[in-house]
């Protein structure tokens, strides 16, 4: 819950403040209130703003599914949680690599990191699962790796 309400604020407050700041008056193509970047890097501002509205949508859905307490013991709906979850924090990403910096080159360095963050999650959530594998029947999990290449004999 305090993932989902910390992403929603932080997604709010940068649609409230779009990287590169707002226009302040009018003048030649634009109007005051509008966004710079959206004026003189439409691309970026655009995949900024899908992002973070993506990101502020999810993060909404993920708040909104941990309110009846009943669901939180249901596989299913706990798994629906978790995706929107990474939905929600691959739009926060996104959102950042596309509005933290003006030039491609940081940009490149960002998303850089972005890639390495996600496969270091990958790698995670597959260690992750093949522990609890073993952790719940060790004998299965021995047997089902050498006759069902590691699936945990599901």
Not at 65 to 94: H, I
Not at 143 to 151: K, P
């Amino acid at each position: 819950m305090l993932l989902g309400i910390l992403v929603a604020s932080v997604t709010y407050q940068a649609g409230l403040e779009p990287p590169g700041k707002l226009w302040q008056d009018d003048g030649s193509g634009h109007t005051a209130g509008e966004p710079v970047m959206l004026n003189n890097r439409r691309h970026r501002y655009m995949a900024f703003f899908y992002s973070n509205s993506t990101s502020f949508v999810a993060s909404i859905v993920v708040i909104v599914l941990l309110l009846p307490e009943p669901l939180q013991n249901n596989w299913w709906w706990l798994r629906v949680m978790n995706t929107t979850m990474m939905f929600d924090l691959l739009g926060l990403l996104v959102a950042y690599a596309v509005g933290s910096s003006r030039s491609w080159t940081t940009s490149e360095y960002v998303s850089a990191l972005i890639v390495a963050v996600l496969a270091y999650f990958a790698v995670h959530v597959m260690l992750s699962r093949f522990c609890n594998c073993k952790r719940r029947n060790p004998a299965a999990a021995s047997a089902s790796q050498s006759n069902q290449g590691g699936n945990c004999g599901h």
